[in-house]
């Protein structure tokens, strides 16, 4: 039934998007602090224990919820517990406002605003970037976001409950992704900072889970857009990227739309992750550009489409899935 969690869960997101502001994202982030609190102590074991206590502990307890729901109450109760957590982990709604007020400002030739509602999106120094530049990130960060609040949990969300695991697969895909971006954000401002091993677990744990959803993406992103240009530069422009599993994701989209990627984007900070021995998360640093046009308003739309029509080639395969566990 994992076709109906996810086809409600997203429906239910477009028509009633979950507020920035809720008590379920606020109750996560005290939860990771409170880990950071009482059991980062500096040492690597340490990180490793706060690691799996921020994200596993909430994924178990996902996990006993739908069990208890399955064979307590029957599986229509499961399925509205899934489509609940998916409903939290899954969702356009959760960054597609950033964009799409970035896009109206450069459509508008407004490009100060667009700069500006850059720079509170991602929280960095875009300066006076210029036209082509602004495009690029925005691009990137799209990209990159919809990898991570939309197919990177669809695809755990998906495995996992093909295993009978229910929704658990969303919740540790989508905690694994918060606590790396929590704790390196505080590093950064400097508040009750994490200590060096635990960012080190972080970012060793987010990249082995991340490996296998960003080739799915790129994949995807490859079959609904130009197929051999994508394939091409997963092959050989991926690994010009500062992260692996990012300049896959990166390189395929540059093909299957035909744009520049990478280059110049955001040295500076990718530079302070290094010098700190951190991955680069969301940051495309000094890298290399993938061939393709220089990148232009116009390619933001293409990137709306190539999105869209990778969720619908997803929806397609779990229902053919769906449908022959019925038959069979």
């Known amino acids: 039934m994992s076709f109906f969690a996810i086809l409600f869960a997203l429906l239910i997101e477009q028509a009633r998007p979950l507020a920035r502001s809720n008590p379920i994202h606020a109750g996560l982030r005290a939860w990771a602090l409170s880990v950071t609190r009482n059991f980062d102590a500096g040492k690597p074991h340490h990180g490793w224990v706060a690691w799996f206590l921020a994200v596993m502990v909430p994924a178990v307890f996902t996990l006993v919820i739908h069990w208890l729901l399955l064979w307590g109450l029957g599986w229509p109760f499961a399925v509205l517990w899934s489509i609940a957590v998916l409903y939290?982990?899954?969702?356009?709604?959760?960054?597609?406002?950033?964009?799409?007020?970035?896009?109206?400002?450069?459509?508008s030739g407004e490009?100060?605003?667009?700069?500006?509602?850059?720079?509170?999106?991602?929280?960095?120094?875009?300066?006076?970037l210029p036209r082509s530049e602004i495009v690029r990130h925005v691009i990137e960060y799209s990209v990159l976001a919809a990898h991570r609040h939309v197919f990177g949990v669809l695809a755990w969300f998906s495995v996992l409950a093909a295993l009978g695991l229910g929704p658990t697969g969303a919740v540790l895909y989508r905690l694994a992704e918060f606590v790396s971006r929590y704790w390196h954000a505080r590093q950064r401002a400097g508040a009750q900072p994490a200590s060096?091993?635990?960012?080190?677990?972080?970012?060793?744990?987010?990249?082995?889970?991340?490996?296998?959803?960003?080739?799915?993406?790129?994949?995807?992103?490859?079959?609904?857009?130009?197929?051999?240009?994508?394939?091409?530069?997963?092959?050989?422009?991926?690994?010009?990227?500062?992260?692996?599993?990012?300049?896959?994701?990166?390189?395929?989209t540059a093909g299957a739309i035909n744009v520049r990627l990478g280059g110049e984007a955001l040295k500076a900070r990718?530079?302070?992750?290094?010098?700190?021995?951190?991955?680069?998360?969301?940051?495309?640093?000094?890298?290399?550009?993938?061939?393709?046009?220089?990148?232009?308003?116009?390619?933001?739309r293409s990137v709306?489409?190539?999105?869209?029509?990778?969720?619908?080639?997803?929806?397609?395969?779990?229902?053919?899935?769906?449908?022959?566990?019925?038959?069979?």
């Not at 994949?219 to 896959?248: C, K, M, T, Y």
């Open 88 to 107: 939290v982990t899954l969702g356009f709604r959760q960054f597609s406002h950033h964009f799409t007020s970035i896009r109206d400002a450069l459509e």
């Open 111 to 128: 490009e100060d605003v667009a700069r500006e509602r850059l720079a509170h999106w991602q929280q960095v120094d875009v300066g006076v």
């Open 196 to 252: 060096e091993a635990l960012q080190r677990a972080c970012a060793q744990a987010w990249m082995v889970i991340d490996w296998l959803p960003a080739r799915l993406t790129a994949l995807s992103f490859a079959v609904v857009g130009s197929f051999e240009e994508a394939i091409e530069g997963w092959r050989f422009h991926a690994q010009h990227f500062p992260d692996d599993n990012d300049g896959v994701v990166l390189a395929a």
């Open 270 to 300: 990718a530079s302070a992750d290094a010098s700190q021995g951190l991955a680069a998360d969301a940051d495309m640093g000094d890298s290399d550009a993938t061939p393709g046009r220089e990148p232009e308003v116009g390619h933001l």
């Open 304 to 328: 709306v489409g190539l999105v869209w029509r990778s969720v619908v080639v997803w929806m397609l395969l779990l229902a053919l899935l769906t449908l022959a566990r019925l038959l069979g």
